[in-house]
T-cell receptor, first 114, second 115 residues
Framework: DADVTQTPRNRITKTGKRIMLECSQT?????MYWYRQDPGLGLRLIYY???????NKGEISDGYSVSRQAQAKFSLSLESAIPNQTALYFC?????????????FGPGTRLTVL | AQSVAQPEDQVNVAEGNPLTVKCTYS??????LFWYVQYPNRGLQFLLK??????LVKGSYGFEAEFNKSQTSFHLKKPSALVSDSALYFC?????????????FGDGTTLTVKP
């Protein structure tokens, strides 16, 4: 079974709709991250959480919100989706007990906003 | 602020030839450096990392990378490329001097290995 899972894997929605992307992990890591990937732009950090009570904005948080429901769950919401939020979204985890903070990624959610 | 540059969008090599994917970085503290690989329709997978010690680090699938502090580089290498190595490769850096740091990723380099 995958250590980091994301649901849904694919989603097509319309402008103005509220969308939630979910991430779950069984690695026991305390830190979780949401990124978006656009062609030629690499990975850009949206939000990150160092523990259940800690939520931080990344470089492109406008238009997004997150919730850390438990150590193992971190969801990303688009309150009112717009077409330029069409992208591939990745959740990742890392363990603060390991100094390197190597990140482990989920399989991604492909979101299309029409 | 920290940053990563991958100067080549695309690298093409023939199977059996050596490959190099370039990465340069900028960070104020001690660099922790990473390479990740993304195969089509998959998430990123960790390949290798440099934290401290030997400048030549070895990772998965026969890949290695050389840390060069004076040139602030961390190039990914493999002596003999395979067609199955074709993928998107990301370099990342974080400041090892703080536990609160985050990783910054490069824009990625597409490696194509032709038979």
């Amino acid at each position: 079974d995958a250590d980091v899972t994301q649901t849904p894997r694919n989603r097509i929605t319309k402008t103005g709709k509220r969308i939630m992307l979910e991430c779950s992990q069984t690695k026991g890591h305390d830190r979780m991250y949401w990124y978006r990937q656009d062609p030629g732009l690499g990975l850009r950090l949206i939000y990150y959480s160092f523990d259940v009570k800690d939520i931080n904005k990344g470089e492109i948080s406008d238009g997004y919100s997150v919730s850390r429901q438990a150590q193992a769950k971190f969801s990303l919401s688009l309150e009112s989706a717009i077409p330029n939020q069409t992208a591939l979204y990745f959740c990742a985890t890392s363990d603060s007990w390991l100094a390197s903070h190597t990140q482990y990624f989920g399989p991604g959610t492909r979101l299309t906003v029409l | 602020a920290q940053s990563v540059a991958q100067p080549e969008d695309q690298v093409n090599v023939a199977e059996g030839n050596p490959l190099t994917v370039k990465c340069t970085y900028s960070v104020s503290g001690n660099p922790y450096l990473f390479w990740y690989v993304q195969y089509p329709n998959r998430g990123l997978q960790f390949l290798l990392k440099y934290i401290t010690g030997d400048n030549l680090v070895k990772g998965s699938y026969g890949f290695e990378a050389e840390f060069n502090k004076s040139q602030t580089s961390f190039h990914l290498k493999k002596p003999s490329a395979l067609v199955s190595d074709s993928a998107l490769y990301f370099c990342a850096v974080r400041d090892g001097g703080t536990n609160a740091g985050k990783s910054t990723f490069g824009d990625g380099t597409t490696l194509t290995v032709k038979p």
